[in-house]
């Protein structure tokens, strides 16, 4: 992928910031945070992107090479039982107020609560495509009664909801590598919806490391996580997706470099399973428009 878009050597530059270890600098970033979204494989080989939330200090670091998360999917996401000594795990950790995101690739070493992750990679992304949201005092996420809604394809709700969305979030897998879980932003209408079935969102200029198209032309399996965030609601895919790298295909798509297609096998929708009452205060200054005006 870095070849093909010209950025090898870009790319191997910026690679050496990727560290197996929790430098103090990190430590101190994932233990003020709330929220994370975590990649996952299921034992069927579906990729699920799912999110973990907690007051700050729910992250922390049993030693440098070990993350500690005091917090527990709800019973029916797919994270809970692909949670399995030795399984990889990808996250990437946000401050939507700073516009500060970090990485931290793993492998499990104890199920339970804590969930203890040993690291693998352990990076920070650049500020690009992050919506400036502050969380409310009160930004818990609260589990309430009503139960999930699933499906194959996408109802009317869920595709308003998707095409409202100015972030996102990828999980992908390599076979051998692991799992990761990466953030999609832009403005709202960014990810278009060709049917009930099949999304298409643009990829952006990024830190030319591609770790998500790499795994795609590797293994097209990934899951999709879309968060209300003044709700609290998710709404998570699993599917296939591929790249796009036709220019023909690119107009009305301002910004893009190629795109991502998705498909949509499965869907799952909970309410307040993520921190609510995050209120937006600034959209990304890199924001392309959606439609290319």
């Known amino acids: 992928m ?10 191997s530059k910026i690679g050496t910031g990727i ?26 080989g579906d990729v699920w992107a799912s999110s973990l939330s907690g007051p700050p200090g729910f992250l922390s670091a049993i030693d440098p090479h070990t993350l500690a998360i005091d917090a527990s999917p709800a019973a029916d996401d797919p994270l809970a039982d692909a949670l399995r000594v030795g399984a990889r795990l990808g996250m990437v950790v946000m401050d939507f107020a700073a516009r500060r995101r970090m990485r931290v690739n793993g492998h499990v070493v104890r199920t339970g609560r804590p969930l203890l992750v040993g690291t693998d990679q352990v990076y920070v992304n650049c500020p690009k495509y992050i919506q400036r949201r502050e969380p409310a005092r009160d930004s818990s996420s609260v589990a309430l009664a009503a139960p999930s809604r699933q499906g194959t394809g996408l109802g009317a709700a869920e595709l308003a909801w998707i095409e409202a969305a100015d972030t996102f979030f990828v999980a992908s897998a390599h076979p ?10 832009g403005s709202p209408g960014f990810v278009r919806v060709r049917d009930e079935r099949t999304l298409r969102w643009p990829d952006y200029a990024g830190n030319t ?36 790298w036709d220019a023909g295909q690119l107009n009305g798509y301002a910004g893009a470099e190629r795109l991502v297609e998705f498909s949509v096998d499965r869907w799952i929708a909970r309410a307040g399973a993520a921190p609510r009452g995050y209120r937006l205060i600034e959209p990304s200054p890199f924001n392309p428009p959606a439609r290319g005006e």
Do not use: K, Y
């Open 176 to 185: 051998s590598a692991g799992a990761d879980a990466s953030h999609r932003g």
């Open 19 to 44: 560290r197996s270890e929790i430098a103090p600098g990190a430590l101190e970033f994932l233990r003020s945070q709330r929220f994370a979204v975590v990649a996952s494989v299921a034992a069927a």
């Open 2 to 11: 870095q070849t093909r878009a010209g950025v090898r050597d870009m790319a």
């Open 209 to 244: 490391m591609f770790q998500t198209l790499g795994n795609l032309a590797v293994s097209p399996s990934a899951g999709l996580l879309f968060i209300d965030f003044e709700r609290g609601d998710t709404l998570q895919l699993s599917g296939r997706a591929r790249v796009v």
